[in-house]
């Protein structure tokens, strides 16, 4: 089974900053790799698929690369409706979630 | 308005059964693939089961393979999770989700429910 390993599984950043999360793959998942954001009491929503492609509607300020086994997230510049929790989750064979990173701000 | 509501959650005791249900409205059902996800505050997401459009591709998460069975209804645009000889741990809150669609068979998720929260205990 491919394993996810993302990181970090918190971080606390001012408003403006740049945060970056990264996911790692325990094996080649090409870029069959989507990243999610989750706020407290709702459902996950799709941010970015095939590893950097933005989902319609959603802010220019997140962006997604990476291809094989490593995989970066970015918010370039952190806003307050940003606060949530982060998931990559893989699909190059069964779906599998990373960890998750509960951001929030400092 | 594209939507998915999940119903049949519960209380129900470890080794008993339960079906959960999804709605689907908004979009061509039969177009794609769904999927059921659970998310428990210890173990974060989870996909357990998904289904292609036409219900030719099937497959499980190994911690609920022989226990659950996923089916659909094209005609009446639902999806059924059939739940049986449940566990403690298969305490969590259950998502519906729909296909993103896409190179896979299973490509992620665009569309999600509300949740229907399954609790097992005695």
């Known amino acids: 089974d491919i394993q996810m390993t993302q990181s970090p599984s918190s971080l606390s950043a001012s408003v403006g900053d740049r945060v970056t999360i990264t996911c790692q793959a325990s094996q080649d998942i090409s870029k069959f790799l989507n990243w999610y954001q989750q706020k407290p009491g709702k459902a996950p929503k799709l941010l970015i698929y095939?590893?950097?492609n933005l989902e319609t509607g959603v802010p220019s300020r997140f962006s997604g690369s990476g291809s094989g086994t490593d995989f970066t997230f970015t918010i370039s510049s952190l806003q307050p409706e940003d606060i949530a929790t982060y998931f990559c989750q893989q699909y190059d064979y069964l779906p599998v979630f990373g960890q998750g990173t509960k951001l929030a701000i400092k | 308005e594209v939507q998915l509501v999940e119903s049949g959650g519960g209380l129900v005791q470890p080794g008993r059964s339960l079906r959960l249900s999804c709605a689907a409205s908004?979009?061509?059902?039969?177009?794609?693939?769904m999927h059921w996800v659970r998310q428990t505050p210890g173990k974060g997401l989870e996909w357990v089961s998904g289904i292609s459009w036409n219900s030719d591709t099937i497959d499980y998460a190994d911690s609920v393979k022989g226990r659950f069975t996923i089916s659909r209804d094209n005609a009446k645009n639902s999806l059924h999770l059939q739940m049986n000889s449940l566990r403690n741990e298969d305490t969590a809150l259950y998502y519906c989700a729909k296909d993103r669609g896409g190179v896979a068979t299973f490509n992620g998720f665009d569309i999600w429910g509300q949740g229907t929260m399954v609790t097992v205990s005695s």
């Open positions: 908004g979009f061509s059902f039969d177009d794609y693939a």
């Open positions: 095939d590893a950097s």
